[in-house]
């Protein structure tokens, strides 16, 4: 995955700040992608030293403003268009799951019953998310709520397993 293409994509919409794109972030792509302040503001000067994005104006204390080049959006179109690399799959939760067994049963289920509240808590997140903003209307919405959705799933069927993986465990 990548920052770049991920702060491409938000910038067809409209020129925003560093600060506008972070917000963004945290409210539409948080469940696929994390980004800390200082990748995003990195990302951005790099982008603008690669002629993807410019800085259409400037503020108070700093403040750019954004706004995406027809290069860049060019290449955020390539990078739609163009297969997924395969991922290498690592997973500290699944790795620590397969040595649960060296642990006394009772701490191998309370790291299940925490896991299986996390995905609770994601899942609750993530509908207020999506109970709480207009799915329409945007050239986005639709993508973001299909994205949406993914998580709400995701966070289920991880929890699920979670509680199913509970029973397994001698004991309980």
Request: aromatic share 6%.
């Amino acid at each position: 995955m990548s920052l770049r293409h991920a702060l491409l994509g938000l910038l067809t919409d409209r020129p925003s700040s560093g600060y506008d794109l972070m917000k963004l972030f945290d409210t539409t792509l948080a469940n696929v992608w994390k980004a800390t302040q200082s990748q995003v503001y990195g990302e951005l000067t790099r982008m603008t030293d690669a002629d993807l994005i410019d800085v259409s104006a400037e503020g108070p204390r700093g403040r750019k403003e954004y706004t995406l080049r027809p290069e860049g959006r060019v290449e955020l179109e390539r990078w739609l268009t163009t297969p997924a690399p395969p991922q290498p799959l690592r997973s500290d939760a699944m790795l620590r799951v397969f040595f649960l067994g060296l642990l006394p049963p009772e701490q191998a289920r309370e790291h299940l019953a925490r896991m299986e509240a996390a995905e609770a808590e994601q899942r609750e997140r993530l509908e207020r998310l999506r109970d709480g903003r207009e799915w329409t209307g945007h050239p986005l919405a639709l993508s973001g709520r299909l994205v949406l959705e993914y998580g709400l799933r995701d966070a289920e069927a991880k929890r699920e397993w979670a509680r199913w993986a509970l029973e397994q465990i001698p004991g309980a």
